[in-house]
């Protein structure tokens, strides 16, 4: 990505910054390999990212959206997804929530309990309405990731228990306003080794021979989301390698005649596209250590606090004149030790104003920023 210096210096810090231009990239290559396969369809998530301006760009491009709460149905809604693409999913979803979907006409719920579809039935009874389902079941698959994002392993809290499939598909079946249309996963996220996704895919043909055996058929099967990026070299590969995600599900995956296959994609479509744009208050140099001070924290991007995640940082300000390099703890300044963004990072020779580029932050970004210590959410520009 190529940042222009003197148009960010009129910028207020911190802020977001999309390149729109990635984005184009981006989806252009997953309507390119998707359309390989012509029962292929990819749902964003929204999660990942629900700027306005984002979520426009994506649904001009065709994609469906993958949605867990009203608001994001709202915001689907709002930038022109269609309806019928949406899919919502969630462990809770609340009455509110599940009439408004109902309303709005999506075209699945990913239902994670009996307790859920028992309330969907009644609240589509009430409104005299049929309410399409999905169920989520937890494939049992573990997968290589950060442990707070691994989702599909026996003891996580999400979806119903593969042994209990057969059960809770048949009392869908015999109520009156739910139509069960599908069957629904998703391991985990930041997912890099396509291993675990082969290992989802043998799951689920086994959970579709138990089908065939029991006389059941699904029009569709849901992979979730999960495709990781490359966080230590975001110049390097700018857009995943969609080629090979949908390689390994074509190639381990044994549909039924007419299936059709659902993706979830949040990270793969928007974390490059992103920078946090920060500016630098101080350079204290302790007796140890010596720390940049910016004025972005984990209030705008709390990824390095949560999970431990490591972003590149790039000094945008620091020219060659600038060498040698030092080593430095680079912090936000919320009153928490956590909100450190990286320790012994080395970058040129670095300045109170200069402007730091915190990359690959498109996603999972501004969505969970909060007004922690009293700060003003972040504002986000469209770069090209
Ligand atoms: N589908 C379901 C059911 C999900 O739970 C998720 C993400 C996705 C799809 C999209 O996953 P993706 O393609 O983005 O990996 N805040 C964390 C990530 C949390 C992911 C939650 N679920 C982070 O910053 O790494």
Request: glycine share 8%; aromatic share 8%; charged share 20%.
């Amino acid at each position: 990505m190529h940042f222009d210096t003197t148009h960010l210096q009129a910028l207020q810090t911190p802020c977001y910054l999309y390149d729109t231009e990635l984005l184009a990239r981006t989806l252009d290559t997953i309507h390119a390999e998707a359309r390989q396969h012509d029962n292929y369809h990819v749902h964003y998530a929204i999660k990942a990212n629900s700027n306005p301006d984002v979520l426009r760009q994506i649904a001009a491009a065709g994609l469906g959206a993958d949605c867990v709460s009203g608001g994001e149905i709202r915001a689907a809604i709002d930038a022109g997804f269609p309806a019928r693409e949406i899919a919502f999913a969630g462990v809770g979803k609340a009455d509110w929530e599940i009439t408004l979907a109902l309303r709005v006409g999506i075209g699945m719920f990913n239902v994670e309990s009996i307790e859920e579809l028992d309330v969907i039935q009644q609240l589509a009874t009430d409104l005299d309405m049929r309410a399409r389902v999905s169920f989520r079941i937890n494939p049992d698959v573990g997968a290589h990731t950060h442990a707070h994002i691994t989702t599909g392993r026996a003891e996580d809290k999400f979806g119903i228990a593969k042994e209990d499939m057969v059960a809770v598909l048949r009392r869908a079946q015999a109520m009156t306003h739910i139509d069960v249309v599908g069957l629904h996963f998703h391991i985990g996220s930041q997912l890099l080794e396509m291993d675990d996704f082969a290992a989802l895919c043998s799951r689920i043909n086994e959970l579709q021979e138990v089908l065939d055996a029991e006389g059941i058929a699904v029009p569709n099967i849901n992979v979730g989301g999960g495709l990781g990026i490359d966080y230590e070299q975001p110049d390097l590969h700018p857009v995943p390698d969609f080629h090979a995600y949908f390689s390994t599900f074509a190639n381990g995956l044994q549909l039924r005649p007419n299936q059709q296959l659902h993706f979830e994609l949040g990270r793969a479509v928007v974390a490059q596209m992103g920078t946090l744009l920060t500016r630098v208050l101080y350079v204290k140099h302790g007796h140890e250590r010596q720390f940049v001070i910016v004025d972005a924290g984990m209030t705008e991007l709390i990824r390095p606090a949560l999970y431990g995640a490591l972003h590149q940082i790039n000094n945008l300000s620091a020219d060659a004149s600038r060498e040698p390099a030092v080593t430095y703890d680079i912090v936000g300044p919320i009153c928490e030790s956590s909100d450190v963004f990286a320790r012994d990072y080395v970058l040129p020779q670095t300045c109170r104003g200069d402007l730091l580029a915190i990359r690959s932050a498109g996603a999972y970004g501004e969505t969970m920023a909060s007004t922690y210590n009293c700060r003003p959410l972040p504002t986000a520009h469209l770069i090209q």
